[in-house]
């Protein structure tokens, strides 16, 4: 059974502070990585996706992978209260184009 | 937003009766997905499609069918609906590139069903 596993949170962050929002996979052949975030009664939306070892940066938002310890996170810097949601990782199965996805993390932002 | 249209939005029906959801794209993505989320499960695969006439199964699949006679539409039926398909039910698009990377999926705005 390949998996995805986060916290489950609730995790909480004063406003303006670095959310650190973890996530570790099973399937050592993964090879795509994306996190969504999904508000209350919404849909999932893409925030970030990542292919390669290291950090990517896009503007608050930074996904660090590490395939060698198979964990990858997402870093969201001046945290404000409006991302406040539940945070999703994916990751790819070997073969084939679908996605595994974690249960999610909440995360709250309190002003 | 990415051109998906999940139809209907809402559907409360009794057990035993047949249910179709359709799910409609505009961006001609060659993938289409069908996932259910639950409480404490998080997106589970029921379905996907690779292309017109191509499907395959997910994690979820029993009890399901699927349809793709068109690019465009990506059709889930429930034969007999249970109470344990009560769900939330998303339908998905990505584009492919070939072997390697996964291309992001992007999310219609989900049917909530509720099975009495």
């Known amino acids: 059974q390949k998996e995805v596993e986060q916290n489950s949170g609730p995790l909480s962050v004063p406003e303006g502070a670095i959310a650190s929002l973890n996530c570790t996979y099973s399937d050592r052949g993964s090879q795509s990585f994306f996190w969504y975030r999904q508000y209350s009664g919404k849909s999932p939306e893409l925030i970030m996706f990542?292919?390669?070892?290291g950090d990517k940066e896009d503007g608050r938002f930074t996904a660090q992978l590490n395939k060698a310890s198979q964990y990858v996170s997402l870093l969201i810097r001046d945290s404000q209260p409006s991302d406040s949601a539940t945070y999703l990782c994916?990751?790819?199965?070997?073969?084939?184009?679908?996605?595994?996805f974690g249960a999610g993390t909440i995360l709250r932002v309190k002003s | 937003d990415a051109g998906i249209t999940q139809s209907p939005r809402h559907k409360v029906t009794e057990t035993g009766t047949p249910v179709t959801l359709r799910c409609h794209q505009t961006e001609n993505h060659r993938y289409m997905y069908w996932y259910r989320q639950d409480p404490g499960h998080g997106l589970r695969l029921i379905h996907y499609?690779?292309?017109?006439?191509?499907?395959d199964k997910g994690e979820v699949s029993d009890g399901y069918s699927v349809s793709r006679s068109k690019t465009e539409d990506f059709l889930l039926t429930l034969e007999s609906a249970t109470s344990s398909q009560t769900s939330v039910y998303f339908c998905?698009?990505?584009?492919?590139?070939?072997?390697?990377?996964?291309?992001?999926?992007?999310f219609g705005d989900g049917t909530r069903l509720s099975i009495l």
């Open positions: 499609s690779y292309g017109v006439k191509d499907t």
């Open positions: 994916a990751v790819n199965m070997e073969y084939g184009n679908k996605l595994v």
């Open positions: 990542i292919y390669s070892n």
């Open positions: 998905a698009i990505s584009e492919s590139r070939g072997q390697g990377a996964n291309q992001p999926q992007h």
